[in-house]
DNA sequence: GCTTGTACTTGAAACGCATCAAAGGGGCCG
DNA sequence: CGGCCCCTTTGATGCGTTTCAAGTACAAGC
């Protein structure tokens, strides 16, 4: 039980410490037999290295940290899939820690990954990054995901707001004459979607609009209670056309206008947002769109590997995944954007399921309740 | 950019570098000038502790590790979510790897985890652990979730034979005459599964019992095609009763059935198996069975925790939970087990469909297509 | 004025490893 | 046989902390 090190090992195998370092990190420089008694007494012993004694000799290690807000949003985890690929491909390990919704424990992560000597550290933030300026100014490349961040600095952004103006561009096509948006408008990236909606209906001020809040966990009992308000209300103050702001709610919205005999898509047409898998490889598929969760991961990390091959982490960078249409925010003047991706949405097949949690693109996913 | 260091705090601070660790781990032993000057010092120059030295100066940190199959399998996030709020409750961290469906990559962040001086180590492995027996005998507490392990070890058991067993019943009940099984048995959990089916089945040697492989990913679209053979089938050679080993495939099935003119339940009955928020809270609820992730996760952590209290690492300890009935298989013989839980499976209403990823228990949740 | 005690503060010694200049050991050529 | 060069191995040095025995300053008690 007494942790076994290196020179323990080198003692062991009769060879000096230096030797044994060399069998793990610059195998080539070895005779092959040297190196096979090596790793033979390591076995033996059951030799673990001390990463913070490798890290604290050697600089940094060759590991991301990312720090998301939860754990069971799918989005999460399709940016969380694609930052570890990424980074696996660049032979890098990919470390996760959940913040749970709470900025101190965001803030908490953040600081133990730099102080980890990771060499770059990626979050989703839940609200704006600005929130602390000193971030910025650290060590360690840090990108921010899914965000705008006005504070100089990488991030990766999807535009929320194309997604928002997708959805509403559907509804207009299919005639809606009265909008519901439901969902917790106040988290960063739904707002934006409820603002590119609101954009979108510019050109129709005939049409009317309304979002009602969900609570803060976007549940499908959330989408259900909704569900059954609207149910309850007289057919002239219902809206044609909800929108869930999430896939969960408006699955729970679709519950309540079945169980209270209003039939879906005939009285009220439906879609949701996010592109979960489940919602629509069902037998009556939820239109959905799916943001680019993979893509952004992926970007992440190539940002960070940017920043630690050029050295040069001083100028900004963004990049823009999965835009239908180029957005202006006051905080992408031309200046800060060095490069700009824009990848089309497209048409996802009913029966191609997985694509949908594997592709680059945002997909619009056309199905039922529409 | 140039890392400031605890030194540099002391030198500006004027005060001795022992004075600032003092400030930074115990704070009641500086007179309140003292600490304020230091603190402001800190902040100033923007210190960052750097955790691998003082991992490697005081020994091990209060942090978990966490390895985990995949990301995108929501059973596998309610583990995460277990231990990690049962972990912050204990004051510990907790980080969280992907093993990407890879014994090496798994193998390599569990090294990964040891090295790093975590208080302790956690897997949902994909295989039985008994792979590498050294494993068990590192000097940092390790637990295996949701696995039966023979070799001697900690780890949490869901009886992932039960949820076998209770689909079986069900099936049973809704007088069932041939049972096809999808999924990729070949995985250790699903395996469990199948092996709970058929034992329920014993008693019905009438019954038909088929298993399909739906390939590595278990995808809705590897459910969408098992589905179409299916129903290409002659009408007597179709099973009444289908049992997607995972609410995805399940999802997948249902959709080719319906798509090429079978009716469901009417003609053939789908079930699944993980208990998925969406499947079930749509307007055609998917009848499925979730195991427990949520408690297994927290149960994982009391057992490192009982582990690091106790410091007497040698006991083996096994929990199970979720247990519909006791299994006993020839790992678990009566002096292994130390302490049993069984929490009794109970229904869900449609409605408080949080509830399923929360819950502390192994829940059935009745649907459509039975 | 001297001793004892209290309340902080100091700084040297380890923690386990990667690094790298230097040393060792052949082989080859002149 | 000496001189060179190349391949391999050595071990002292330092990475940024924590820890802890030793030190300092000051107050109280005699």
Redesign the interface.
Known sequence: ???VKISDVAREAGVSLGTVSNALNHPEKLRPETLKLINETI?RL?Y?????????AGGATKSFGLVLPR??H?FS??I??GA??EA?KHGY??????A?NDDI?QD??L??F????MSGVMVQPMASPDWHP?MT???VPIVHLDIHCSAPGYYVATDNEAQGRIIAELAIARGARHITVVGRAAFMQLTLRVLGIHKALALHPDIKIEVIDAGE?N???D???IGAQIAGRPADERPDFVVGLT??LA??V??AL?DKGIS?PEQVRVAGCDG????W??????TTVAPPGYEIGRKGVQLLMEQIENKV?TKTKHIHVGSAARTVTAATTAEDINRQELVRPFLLE?????AS?QTDATAINLGAYL
């Open positions: 039980m007494a942790k076995n059951g673990l290295p001390n990463q913070s004694a490798r890290q604290l754990l069971d799918g985890l399709q969380a899939s570890h690929n696996r390990d990919l470390l996760i820690a959940n749970d424990l908490h992560y600081r133990y730099m102080g980890t000597q000193a100014k650290m060590p966990w549940t499908a009992a989408g259900y209670s896939d969960v699955s729970g679709i519950s079945v879906v979960n898998p489940l919602a490889s069902g037998s009556v598929p939820l982490p009913r029966a191609s399921t997985q949690s």
